[in-house]
């Protein structure tokens, strides 16, 4: 490229760094004359990599220094007349990718909605891209007749025409009272009448039909009177923003039922008083739909929602209208609405921030919701208040040794009291003939005594389907996913057994496979099994499941939410989607099916993960006027984590945890990074395994633990390896990073080892 005298200061910056959805660091383009004044760091650019592929990327930095290499491309097109990335999304995609291990360009796919990207496409298909606001066709009286008079009179016209005059009440109808003195539009999809029967009403002059931007918010104007704190909450709430002046984090531990989402609303409240934007997290889906209701009745159409299950078109949506938001507006999101360009932040909350949800674990960047959230409002100035009846270790370290302020909200609301927490023995129950099939009679007296009081029970089975395996009567043999070294699970309601870790399924035998004699026997229990049991045994229950299978649809879902919280089910059986957040009135019992599948994992924080999943699903029972019951089901009654739950002692169950966490150099006492390694063939994945430990161990010694292979050593048709790097926290862990890396590339260079996958896990979970 010819040099040329600079002409003003922007002239200097002739090459850009473009983040590309690949996985890449950023790459340096030349930028043409022609876009010197109108290109700037975060607008999204075309480029051209190959001979054929165009990418859209977004522009990192602009510099005047040449890069070392002699062929630089030109920048192709600015994709947009503003930019779609913050200075303050740049800073966090920066330090997402420095601190998980993990290229930019990985990060920029995580963070920018599927309309925003384009990965690979032709010439004609990339600039033929771009985002499109979604839209809606919307019905709305005419200005003509916009008054009472008209208004009659047009309904009198249309006395012989009856399909028209029925569609004209249908939407007077569905708009209540008009307002004559602004036009109500409602989508066209709300009306029944067929089309040509609405267009002879528009040419008529009675109605219009137009097409307009669907909003990212349809939440209703009008919004409640705020809700009326406890004196334990406004005590709590005063404490908070107290330690806010000091810290910029608060952990806010209250216990189930104590209403802490009441002190997140007044929060919430006050930062909108004050024209600032907050961000409110929670670990799942499935929480959003009830939360959401309940906050647009206070805050109307300042609640934006956003989460993976919204259309890609709605998420693009409101990424576009936040990126023009400078204030007024509360995001609901999960995980990734830490992502999203959030400007004049001032509150991030994180609720149930314990929650191993908030960790991605299936691709690049695995990155923690929390741990981003808290980084995030370094950057933005904003303040952070993680919420949780029980605190993960981490967190509640820091709490006590005064890196972030510390909040206990010990009462319930309203003064309910915690619920009685009933240990039933199954093994004893067995012995003394006492167990009808997976129920001790303590849980079945106690749902049988509930349903005649006219209340609700949830039972808690974490494991979906209907068996966890089944197995032949005569020889023994069990279905094992041919891709995945684990059994299939049976799912009797569509007769398959399925894997559920790769999506593999076939139908069920008639005869077992290996013996062609032998009868399959479902062996273990999953939540299907528990339906149909209750069923038998509660015949004049409404039952309904609650798991990934019955809540694949969103509608589903929220039939089945709904149903439950009017009291149509008597009985809601349900995984750890139930254990979350919910607030129903009418539960009186939980019941907890196999404590011991959450005790006996092979984890370093299964004990507290056990306790927590006990307290939050306990924690559903009783939440209004009367004390709840909760009844655990174990082989272990005088395992310590049990007898925690059975007193609600978090405070010992974390401290016994910590205590064993550090005298076996465990988090929070130490930084985890894991490393696993992957390939089809089994011989070369255990040759490169004890290649890369070798040369690892040179430099990190007895920090590193393995290789070994993890509780499931084969997906879908790749045998893994995995290694555990554990860190003092006083090392600089950039340096110990940059030292792996370098592992990395070695090994890589190897040319048997260059088809290993190598996969690295930042503070695993």
């Known amino acids: 490229m010819e040099k040329r005298p600079d002409k003003s200061p922007a002239t200097a910056d002739r090459y850009a760094d473009v983040i590309l959805p690949l996985a890449a660091p950023a790459m340096t383009f030349a930028v043409p004359d022609a876009m010197l004044r109108q290109i700037v760091p975060g607008c999204r650019v075309i480029v051209q990599l190959g001979a054929r592929k165009y990418y859209t990327g977004i522009v990192d930095r602009l510099h005047g220094q040449r890069p070392p290499f002699d062929r630089i491309k030109p920048v192709g097109r600015i994709a947009d007349a503003e930019p779609v990335a913050t200075a303050e999304q740049l800073r966090l995609w920066h330090w997402l990718s420095e601190y998980y291990m993990c290229p930019l360009g990985m990060v920029l796919r995580a963070a920018l909605p599927a309309g925003l990207k384009s990965d690979g496409f032709s010439e004609d298909e990339t600039f033929g891209r771009g985002y499109m606001q979604p839209r809606q066709t919307v019905v709305s009286l005419h200005p003509d007749i916009r008054n009472e008079e008209r208004l009659h009179v047009a309904l009198d016209s249309l006395s012989r025409a009856k399909s028209q005059y029925k569609a004209l009440l249908e939407y007077l109808e569905k708009t209540g009272n008009p307002d004559f003195g602004a036009p109500i539009e409602i989508p066209r999809k709300r009306l029944s009448a067929p089309t040509a029967i609405l267009k002879a009403l528009a040419e008529k002059g009675f109605i219009r039909i137009a097409d307009t931007e669907i909003p990212a918010s349809d939440a209703p104007a009008a919004p409640d009177k705020l809700p009326e704190l406890s004196a334990a909450q406004t005590a709590a709430y005063e404490r908070i923003k107290t330690c806010f002046s000091e810290k910029e984090v608060v952990l806010l531990h209250g216990v189930t039922g104590s209403g802490k989402t009441e002190i997140y609303i007044r929060l919430m409240a006050e930062a909108l008083a004050a024209g600032h934007n907050v961000l409110y997290m929670l670990p799942e889906i499935a929480l959003t739909a009830q939360l959401i209701r309940r906050m647009e009745s206070y805050f109307g159409k300042a609640v934006t929602v956003y989460h993976s299950r919204l259309s890609d078109n709605r998420r693009a949506a409101v990424y576009h209208e936040l990126l023009r938001c400078d204030g007024g507006r509360i995001v609901i999101g999960v995980r990734s609405s830490v992502l999203l360009p959030l400007r004049n932040l001032s509150l991030v909350i994180v609720d149930e921030e314990h929650d191993t949800s908030f960790k991605q674990t299936d691709s690049a960047p695995r990155y923690h919701g929390r741990d981003t959230a808290v980084v995030l409002a370094s950057v933005c100035g904003a303040k952070v208040l993680l919420g949780s009846a029980t605190p993960c270790a981490e967190s509640f370290h820091n709490a006590v040794t005064g890196k972030y302020g510390h909040i206990v909200l010990s009462e319930r609301y309203g003064g309910v009291t915690l619920p009685q927490v009933i240990v039933s023995d199954t093994l004893r129950a067995a012995k003394r003939g006492e167990k009808y099939s997976h129920f001790n009679k303590i849980l079945l007296d106690q749902i049988d005594r509930t349903l005649q009081r006219g209340r609700q029970a949830m039972l808690f089975q974490n494991r979906r389907g209907f068996s966890p395996y089944v197995e032949c009567g005569h020889c023994g043999w069990t279905g094992v996913c041919p891709d995945c070294n684990v059994s299939l699970t049976y799912h009797k309601n569509d007769g398959t057994l399925r894997c559920h870790y790769c ?263």
């Not at 004890?690 to 070994?708: I, K, S, V, Y």
Request: glycine fraction near 8%; include cysteine.
């Open 503 to 765: 999506g593999y399924h076939m139908p069920i035998p008639k005869t077992c496979p290996s013996c062609g004699t032998g009868e399959l026997l479902p062996q273990g229990f999953g939540t299907e099994k528990i339906e149909e049991e209750l069923a038998a045994i509660f015949p004049q229950a409404a039952i309904e499941r609650l798991d990934a299978d019955t809540a694949r649809s969103s509608r589903n879902y929220r039939r089945i939410i709904a149903s439950f919280e009017q009291r149509k089910t008597d009985i809601l059986v349900g995984t750890q989607i139930i254990t979350k957040g919910f607030d129903f009135g009418g539960v009186a019992l939980v019941g907890i099916l196999n404590a011991d599948n959450m005790l006996n994992y092979p984890d370093f924080r299964a004990g507290e993960r056990a306790f927590q999943m006990m307290m939050q699903v306990g924690g559903r029972a009783g939440r209004r006027e009367e004390q709840g019951t909760v009844v655990i089901q174990t082989a272990q009654p005088e395992h310590p984590v049990v007898r925690q739950a059975r007193d609600s002692d978090y405070d010992a169950m974390i401290r016994s945890q910590l205590a064993e966490r550090r005298a076996f150099f465990y988090p929070p006492f130490c930084r985890l990074i894991a490393v696993l390694l992957r390939h089809r063939d089994h011989a070369l994945l255990w040759k490169a395994a004890a290649a890369f430990g070798t040369e690892a161990r040179t430099r990190f010694g007895r920090r590193l633990l393995g290789p070994e292979p993890p509780a499931v050593d084969r997906i879908r048709g790749q045998f893994r390896l995995q290694f555990l790097l554990k860190i003092e926290k006083q090392l600089p862990v950039a340096a110990v990073k940059k030292e792996l890396s370098g592992l990395f590339d070695r090994l890589h260079a190897v040319p048997e080892f260059r088809p290993v996958d190598i996969v690295v896990d930042v503070d695993p979970q």
